[in-house]
């Protein structure tokens, strides 16, 4: 298996070479896109600091996300399950919980 999983992995990498395009852009076509504006002079490796407010925010993001995931085999499921495993996602529901609450009390979601 692993031998079939790097074989696909190296043949996306030539393939993708392949039929990539082969001419670079121009300046501004590689330029970073701010929503349509131009973009600040600064960022990363020049010593300017990047909110950490977006990176909350895409880490809840996450949370979430795994979430949906980890009930959804539960839900379709779920008249074959054992008790355990509605105590288990009674746990996991209350510790998402904790940390939402820990979030609203940081004020992350709050973007004035």
């Known amino acids: ?34 929503s349509g504006n131009d973009p600040e002079h600064g960022g990363v490796g020049t010593g300017q600091r990047f909110p950490v407010h977006f990176y909350l925010v895409a880490m809840l993001f996450i949370v979430f996300d795994i979430e949906t995931a980890f009930f959804y085999p539960l839900a379709v499921a779920y008249q074959k399950l054992v008790p355990f495993a509605f105590f288990e996602a009674l746990t996991f529901v209350l510790l998402l919980l904790v940390g939402y609450v820990y979030v609203l009390k940081k004020k992350v979601l709050e973007w004035a």
């Open 1 to 34: 298996m692993l031998l079939v999983a790097l074989g696909i992995a190296v043949l996306a990498v030539i393939v993708s070479a392949i039929l990539g395009p082969k001419k670079r852009g121009s300046r501004t076509k590689l330029m970073a896109y701010e």
